[in-house]
């Protein structure tokens, strides 16, 4: 198998097309176009750790969701990370490939996966894009209503983490629900015109918090634990591609890359 056929095959169920505008999903890193795929290594972000355990796995390729290269670089010395990243990889042969807003936005994309471990039906973009079957955030059901207390333990299960953090909502019940990985804040306007009960997402920051007490339930759970389940949809997409290669394997990273600590 050619990394350029696991490039196209990612491609077809995330297309570049679908990225916002600010964005640099694609590769990142590499010339894959005769290139073997010995090993793929998933990850939600490049650090060096991951470049390093994809070294001593055997893999050839890593495939990220946050792109490593995202902002404009003047030189490659080594002094940050990014940098370091980049000169690891190339002397390793290891190609970098970033999957980001594309496939957020692409239909069972990111916020679908959250959706189905939220168990919501009934399936609507939160925000479409014009003339297209993809959108950001996506708007869906619970099977039955929660209280509100309910539907934060619920929460905080699902998505397995410590705490939640979340508005002072005057509401009590919860039926409709709006989700959207990662930062998702600038979708609020959009999840209060679909009438939502409580909008999800990874970050909204403090000061977004103000103002909706009568709207709906905010609540943020984390920007590394709302994308989480990202690298199962990657995975699915490579092993049905892969299934009659058992040369090349594909796996998830080993380390967590997560830089915030909760105690």
Same mark, same amino acid.
């Given at each position: 198998?050619?990394?350029?056929?696991?490039?196209?095959?990612?491609?077809?169920?995330?297309?570049?097309?679908?990225?916002?505008?600010?964005?640099?999903?694609?590769?990142?890193?590499?010339?894959?176009?005769?290139?073997?795929?010995?090993?793929?290594?998933?990850?939600?972000?490049?650090?060096?750790?991951?470049?390093?355990?994809?070294?001593?796995?055997?893999?050839?390729?890593?495939?990220?969701?946050?792109?490593?290269?995202?902002?404009?670089?003047?030189?490659?010395?080594?002094?940050?990370?990014?940098?370091?990243?980049?000169?690891?990889?190339?002397?390793?042969?290891?190609?970098?490939?970033?999957?980001?807003?594309?496939?957020?936005?692409?239909?069972?994309?990111?916020?679908?996966?959250?959706?189905?471990?939220?168990?919501?039906?009934?399936? /609507? $973009?939160?925000? #479409?894009?014009?003339?297209?079957? =993809?959108?950001? &955030?996506?708007? *869906?059901?619970?099977?039955? %209503?929660?209280?509100?207390?309910?539907?934060?333990?619920?929460?905080?299960?699902?998505?397995?983490?410590?705490?939640?953090?979340?508005? /002072? $909502?005057?509401? #009590?019940?919860?039926?409709?629900? =709006?989700?959207? &990985?990662?930062? *998702?804040?600038?979708?609020? %306007?959009?999840?209060?015109?679909?009438?939502?009960?409580?909008?999800?997402?990874?970050?909204?920051?403090?000061?977004?918090?103000?103002?909706?007490?009568?709207?709906?339930?905010?609540?943020?759970?984390?920007?590394?634990?709302?994308?989480?389940?990202?690298?199962?949809?990657?995975?699915?997409?490579?092993?049905?591609?892969?299934?009659?290669?058992?040369?090349?394997?594909?796996?998830?990273?080993?380390?967590?890359?997560?830089?915030?600590?909760?105690?």
């Amino acid at each position: 198998m050619k990394i350029r056929e696991i490039i196209d095959a990612l491609e077809d169920f995330a297309p570049l097309a679908l990225q916002d505008g600010f964005d640099n999903a694609g590769l990142q890193i590499g010339v894959p176009e005769d290139v073997d795929a010995a090993g793929v290594l998933l990850s939600l972000d490049v650090t060096e750790q991951v470049i390093d355990e994809a070294v001593s796995r055997g893999c050839n390729m890593v495939i990220s969701h946050h792109p490593l290269l995202f902002h404009p670089l003047k030189s490659i010395s080594g002094k940050t990370y990014v940098e370091r990243c980049i000169i690891k990889a190339i002397r390793n042969g290891i190609v970098v490939y970033a999957a980001h807003t594309n496939l957020d936005n692409a239909l069972n994309g990111v916020n679908y996966k959250i959706a189905e471990k939220l168990n919501l039906h009934d399936l /609507n $973009w939160l925000e #479409q894009k014009e003339n297209m079957n =993809a959108g950001s &955030g996506v708007v *869906g059901v619970l099977d039955s %209503p929660m209280s509100k207390d309910q539907f934060v333990y619920f929460v905080k299960e699902t998505f397995s983490v410590p705490c939640v953090r979340f508005n /002072n $909502w005057h509401g #009590q019940t919860i039926r409709t629900v =709006a989700v959207c &990985g990662g930062a *998702g804040a600038f979708l609020i %306007p959009n999840a209060i015109k679909h009438g939502v009960d409580a909008f999800i997402t990874g970050e909204i920051g403090y000061h977004r918090f103000f103002g909706y007490e009568d709207d709906l339930l905010l609540m943020e759970i984390g920007h590394y634990e709302s994308e989480q389940f990202t690298l199962d949809i990657l995975m699915d997409v490579l092993r049905k591609l892969l299934k009659d290669d058992e040369q090349c394997k594909v796996m998830k990273s080993q380390f967590i890359s997560n830089p915030l600590i909760y105690r």
